[in-house]
């Protein structure tokens, strides 16, 4: 975050960006504290609110992504040309290491006593959950490989690597 501000030329009250990018965490870290002390509800609409935050900046990064990747004269062939070299073995590797993102899924079945109708809402609940959550890793994959320009005798998937 420091970097980002200091990139920015942005310097608040003539502290340090790196002075204040730790400040800003700590009081990140008390709002939080402070939502958990005042109980579920409360943790429970900031966590939506958190999740939707999220999701609304992936869409962002992956728009922009994508709209400069098809700015950019021959994004396709950073698709095509020496993309999967090692085959799909290190594909499946690097799927193994990602799964810990779709775990989360399993606070869905946690829940189970307090859904209408569990046989069927909460199987219907996962697989909806795990196909946003590949739909969301496939298009930032996209956005992140098609619009990184890599220095010169370097892919993009070696760069982003």
Not at 34 to 42: D, F, I, L
Not at 52 to 58: E, G, R
Not at 91 to 99: D, H, N, P, R, S
Request: aromatic share 14%; no cysteine.
């Amino acid at each position: 975050m420091s970097e980002l501000i200091s990139s920015a030329g942005i310097q608040i009250a003539g502290i340090p960006a790196e002075l204040f990018s730790k400040i800003l965490m700590t009081l990140i870290i008390f709002l939080f504290i402070y939502v958990n002390y005042r109980g579920a509800s409360e943790t429970g609409l900031i966590g939506n609110i958190v999740t939707m935050t999220k999701i609304v900046i992936l869409a962002f990064f992956v728009l922009f992504g994508i709209l400069a990747m098809v700015a950019e004269p021959g994004w396709l062939q950073r698709f095509t040309v020496d993309f999967m070299p090692n085959g799909f073995d290190s594909v499946f590797i690097a799927m193994g290491l990602t799964f810990i993102a779709f775990e989360a899924y399993e606070i869905i079945a946690q829940y189970g006593e307090e859904v209408i109708n569990p046989k069927r809402n909460i199987p219907w609940a996962i697989f909806i959950s795990i196909a946003i959550a590949v739909v969301i890793y496939i298009l930032v994959g996209i956005a992140a490989i098609g619009s990184t320009t890599p220095p010169e005798g370097m892919t993009s998937w070696q760069y982003l690597g």
